[in-house]
């Protein structure tokens, strides 16, 4: 994490990403409710990266269960995690924002990750919080991250002020995808020695096995390509607070759809660079982003662009000029445009391209999540597990449900105005 921007890392598991060691410490702070993750990290190559003092752990785990997360662990490791993050903060030279990556589908990643949340807002008020959220896929193996997922929305639209959805399937797309230019020879010996789509005997991972490491790489590159502009010089820089500024017009419509390109390049592959031209295009398909959207078809309220490398002005205001045709504006911020230069490029590339949305083209992830609510909850199944923590009731699912159902009114009312001249759109209910 940034000097500037102490990182919480809130999870459920999974693998750890890989990289090589340097000098720098994270001022980041590691919480799991299980050991195991947090052991791998101080066993393994990072281990010297993290301060040991700043990780946070537990043995029973949360047992996938929100409500554990959320009122158990909240409330018992509140202080602790309180201090190593007050620790964190005093050592920032210029505190902006803090990091929050978490999972929704799991106890402790989406009870305890936004229970930090309101302690953040509460003891931080003027510094931004943003949320880097991994969303299940309808595959999921938590039978419960329905409900962890539903509750945790609710926190995320009360206190977050910035949030990335990751969808879980979106990244294992991208490197199927990989795999099957591997299997087809198409990448021939562009493949690194070390990559992470490969196994150590340097056969390819078959595809029904979740490539984790490949995965995490790309939301590790999507925080790097967020943060260059704070950790390296360029031409028009943009601090992480002029994001929250620019993208989030209205307090609760602050979940903004990530795209990043190159990608193949980023699971360590070596794929010739394309035209930088190809390269703004290919950030505003459907292929390249985070989740699974397609925002050229839905309604953008703003965006940025975030490009690294030898890129001129010129060049993002030719392309921005080109693609403006093809998408769709609100009639009030048609030119919603905020851009930012850094002159450093990612390693081994000549030039790469972050793209943040603020689109319409997020609601379909939320109404798959509130309908994956609905089945399980109307056969109450599972929910005693939840009941049984006190001061949890069955109006918490209620509230969260509406929470959700009044976000998706409002980008309904948002697309509905597609066609709308400026005098005659409504005002929006979030925004008053």
């Known amino acids: 994490m940034l000097s500037a921007s102490p990182g919480l890392v809130v999870g459920d598991g999974g693998s750890i990403s890989k990289g090589k060691i340097c000098s720098l410490k994270a001022r980041a702070v590691l919480i799991d409710m299980e050991e195991g993750v947090v052991n791998e990290i101080l066993q393994g190559p990072l281990r010297d990266v993290f301060d040991s003092k700043q990780l946070i752990t537990d043995i029973s785990g949360s047992g996938n269960n929100w409500a554990v997360g959320h009122k158990v662990f909240g409330s018992l490791y509140r202080e602790q995690i309180l ?19 978490h999972s929704m589908g799991g106890g402790t990643g989406s009870g305890l990750g936004t229970f930090l949340l309101k302690v953040l807002e509460d003891e931080f008020p003027e510094v931004y919080r943003f949320v880097t959220s991994v969303y299940p896929s309808a595959e999921d193996d938590v039978i419960t991250s329905p409900y962890n997922s539903i509750l945790a929305m609710k926190e995320l639209n009360e206190h977050a ?78 601090d992480l607070n002029e994001i929250s500024m620019n993208l989030v017009p209205f307090p609760q419509l602050h979940y903004l759809v990530s795209s990043l390109t190159p990608l193949y390049t980023l699971a360590d592959v070596n794929i010739p660079t394309r035209r930088l031209d190809q390269m703004f295009s290919d950030a505003f398909s459907k292929d390249h982003q985070l989740i699974r959207a397609d925002p050229k078809h839905s309604l953008y309220l703003a965006c940025a662009l975030m490009v690294r490398g030898n890129v001129q002005v010129s060049d993002l205001r030719r392309n921005i000029e080109r693609l403006k045709p093809s998408l769709r504006f609100i009639s009030w911020n048609q030119e919603g445009w905020k851009t930012s230069l850094c002159s450093v490029p990612p390693v081994g590339h000549s030039h790469s391209l972050l ?23 109307k056969k109450k199944a599972h929910l005693h597990h939840y009941l049984q923590i006190e001061g949890m009731e069955e109006s918490c699912f209620m509230e969260a449900v509406s929470s959700l159902s009044r976000l998706i009114e409002e980008y309904n009312q948002l697309d509905a105005t597609k066609s709308m001249p400026v005098e005659d759109l409504p005002r929006l209910s979030i925004a008053m």
């Open 83 to 101: 201090e190593k993050l007050r620790k964190s903060a005093e050592h920032c030279d210029c505190l902006q924002c803090f990091f929050i990556i």
């Open 161 to 238: 002020d910035c949030v990335l959805p990751i969808d879980n399937q979106s990244l294992f797309d991208i490197i199927s995808k990989i795999d099957l230019m591997v299997n087809s020879g198409k990448l021939g010996t562009t493949i690194k020695a070390k990559s992470l789509v490969t196994s150590s005997a340097g056969a390819v991972k078959k595809r029904h096995q979740k490539p984790f490491d490949a995965m995490n790489n790309i939301v590790a590159n999507l925080l790097l390509n967020l943060t260059s502009s704070a950790r390296f010089e360029g031409s028009l820089n943009m």
């Open 355 to 377: 793209a943040l949305a603020n689109n319409t083209c997020v609601k379909p992830t939320f109404m798959e999540l509130r309908d994956r609510f609905t089945r399980l909850y």
